[in-house]
Structures are given as structure tokens and as C-alpha cells.
């Protein structure tokens, strides 16, 4: 079940913070199951633009961890 408070937390958060603990979540991230989820999904569709999703993924980078692509 989605709270009030969960999404309020969502829709404060930008594309790159969205898709930054998407990337980097640890298998089983309670917040990509149920009805959060899909409303984590729904949230990054409407937020995706081609550039914002390229400005975002370069600013995150591919390391396994937020701290290995600090370096």
C-alpha cells in the first residue's frame, strides 16, 4: 500500500534522485515493490526526458556505489 507520507517522499524527489537510488538500490529495495513501485515507475516516466535522463545518468555514473563515483 502506497501512504500519503511515501508519496509525498516521491514527488519530492528529482529525475537524477530517482534514478540514482534506482541504479544503486540493494536487491529486494522495498520501495519498487507494490503499490510504491509502480508509483516510483510512474513518477520516473513523467518526469524522463531523453536529455534529462542522459544529464542525470552521466551525473551518477556506473560505479558500484554513490562513493566510487565520487572519486
Not at 540514482?20 to 529495495?29: L, Q
Given at each position: 500500500?502506497?501512504?500519503?507520507?511515501?508519496k509525498?517522499?516521491?514527488?519530492?524527489?528529482?529525475?537524477?534522485?530517482?534514478?540514482?537510488?534506482?541504479?544503486?538500490?540493494?536487491?529486494?529495495?522495498?520501495?519498487?515493490?507494490?503499490?510504491t513501485?509502480?508509483?516510483?515507475?510512474?513518477?520516473?516516466?513523467?518526469?524522463?526526458?531523453?536529455?534529462?535522463?542522459?544529464?542525470?545518468?552521466?551525473?551518477?555514473g556506473?560505479?558500484?556505489?554513490?562513493?566510487?563515483?565520487?572519486?
Amino acid at each position: 500500500m502506497l501512504s500519503e507520507s511515501d508519496k509525498q517522499h516521491i514527488d519530492s524527489l528529482s529525475y537524477e534522485d530517482l534514478l540514482r537510488h534506482w541504479r544503486f538500490a540493494p536487491v529486494g529495495d522495498p520501495w519498487f515493490f507494490g503499490e510504491t513501485g509502480d508509483y516510483w515507475i510512474q513518477k520516473m516516466r513523467k518526469l524522463h526526458t531523453n536529455e534529462e535522463h542522459t544529464h542525470a545518468s552521466k551525473a551518477i555514473g556506473w560505479g558500484t556505489t554513490e562513493k566510487e563515483n565520487a572519486k
